[in-house]
């Protein structure tokens, strides 16, 4: 049952406002301060006002200008863009307290929260959009507003990194473009509110073209091998901007926008009798393995966690591509999952970062000793990369399993092992060094980071905990995924 409703439109106006007054009165602590923590609690408060009725299947839509006949902006919130909007406006609070406490000694700080909200406001109106056109401002509005986040430190590397961040991500958005005009010319509709929009009568090499096209524009923000060469080196922004990019906003952005591509513009009855899914899922099974054996041989923590980052985003993407209920339903779930693990590693490595300013693995020797509560944080998120029963990660590899049996593809399932494998590789060695290598001849004594970095990290570990032994409690996010799973397959 679809409802008009301005809530929609509302949610990602709250930021886009705050940004405004940010701007105007940033200069001012307080009020910076203020204005941000104001509207991340605002912005989750108008969510999930709309989440008892997405859970009862009611869709809230809102229309706000037409530009030419069927083609203007809208705003719709499904099972599907709930999801994504729960998750970015529950962690836009965290990582907001946790940014207040990083940044306080920084520079241009009116400058980062300005752009950090204008950031959140265009993710939710991403989640929220009605049809490709909406989809497409919002996502390159994301594109712009991330640059001064990513340069901010204002060093030739960061300006480096930040001419790299714009060249994949405007030349990503300019296929997205293409795609957007040319499903417009085929079908004479963007909307988003169908399982489907393109038909078998198309020509298969149209519809070959037009997949490439979108799929790699919203790969690029995905990460997908070979699109992914911006990721790391955005590494070089403060770590709330790290953390932004890898659980928040951008990184979710691509993945949510394959995810409309393959469900809401394509459709999964015609892409079952397509090649190109199954493509789609080899090339994430080979970025899932690859950035994961890259990011054995990082050193520095921020880099490591960026070829993490890569690798599950993919679990996603694979999760779409297999097109059965059981992965698309891994695949939305890991939106979360994803989010809350890798931001509670971002907030860790800034905390360490900020409290002993070690930004590398091999100086961590010891460190669970000074900073145990920190570190206690880190190995929760860990072990939930790794798969282990009762953590987040768990469910999502569980259910992505499930969904390539269920699909006849037995050997993703060997890909989910050795990814396993390569996670414990890559992030136990950590967790040894922490507890079990202290420095020789050296007293260590608990030194944690301030409050402000602390309780957020404390907090978004706890989710992880909570995501992986709740999935099944009736109005969890768990539930919202189920919901999108069965608009999609019409189950």
Request: contains cysteine; charged residues 10%.
């Amino acid at each position: 049952m679809e409802v008009v409703d301005i809530r929609p439109m509302l949610a990602p106006l709250i930021s886009f406002v705050c940004a405004g007054l940010v701007f105007a009165t940033g200069r001012a602590a307080f009020w910076r301060r203020f204005w941000s923590l104001a509207a991340a609690v605002a912005k989750l408060a108008v969510v999930m006002s709309m989440l008892p009725g997405a859970l009862r299947g009611t869709v809230y839509v809102f229309k706000l200008v037409d530009f030419t006949p069927g083609v203007g902006l809208g705003f719709r919130a499904d099972a599907l863009g709930m999801f994504f909007a729960v998750v970015s406006s529950t962690l836009w609070i965290f990582t907001t307290i946790y940014a207040i406490g990083y940044m306080e000694r920084e520079h241009s700080r009116m400058r980062f929260f300005g752009f950090f909200a204008l950031c959140v406001s265009t993710t939710v109106g991403i989640a929220f959009a009605e049809n490709l056109l909406t989809l497409f401002l919002f996502y390159e509005t994301l594109t712009i507003c991330t640059y001064p986040l990513v340069i901010h430190e204002e060093t030739p590397e960061a300006f480096k990194a930040g001419r790299k961040y714009l060249t994949y991500t405007l030349i990503g958005g300019a296929f997205v473009l293409i795609g957007t005009v040319v499903v417009y010319n085929l079908t004479g509709t963007l909307s988003l509110a169908h399982p489907g929009i393109l038909t078998s009568s198309i020509d298969t090499g149209t519809l070959g073209l037009l997949f490439v096209a979108l799929i790699a524009g919203f790969g690029v923000k995905a990460a997908i091998m070979p699109l992914h060469g911006w990721l790391p080196s955005a590494m070089v922004a403060p770590t709330p901007v790290s953390a932004l990019l890898h659980a928040v906003a951008v990184v979710k952005a691509g993945a949510f926008g394959v995810l409309r591509v393959i469900y809401n513009v394509f459709g999964v009855e015609l892409l079952r009798d397509l090649p190109f899914a199954h493509v789609l899922a080899y090339l994430a099974a080979f970025t899932i393995v690859t950035a994961s054996f890259i990011a054995l041989f990082q050193d520095n923590i921020k880099r490591r966690l960026a070829y993490s980052t890569i690798s599950q985003l993919s679990y996603i993407v694979l999760g779409a591509a297999l097109l059965t209920p059981l992965a698309a339903t891994a695949a939305i779930v890991h939106i979360a999952n994803q989010a809350f693990a890798k931001i509670t590693m971002f907030f860790v490595a800034g905390a360490i970062q900020r409290t002993t300013g070690k930004t590398c693995v091999h100086e961590l020797a010891g460190i669970g000793y000074r900073m145990p509560y920190t570190m206690a944080a880190f190995t929760i998120a860990a072990l939930s990369f790794i798969g282990v029963p009762l953590f987040a990660g768990f469910v999502t590899k569980w259910y992505l399993s499930l969904g390539a049996l269920e699909a006849g593809d037995w050997w993703f399932v060997v890909v989910l092992i050795a990814s396993a494998l390569l996670n414990a590789a890559y992030w136990l060695p950590i967790v040894y060094l922490a507890y079990f290598k202290a420095p020789p001849g050296t007293t260590m004594r608990v030194a944690e980071a301030r409050p402000t970095l602390l309780v957020p990290t404390l907090i978004c570990a706890g989710y992880v905990l909570l995501l992986g032994t709740t999935a099944n409690v009736p109005g969890m996010p768990f539930s919202l995924a189920r919901a999108a799973v069965q608009f999609v397959f019409g189950m």
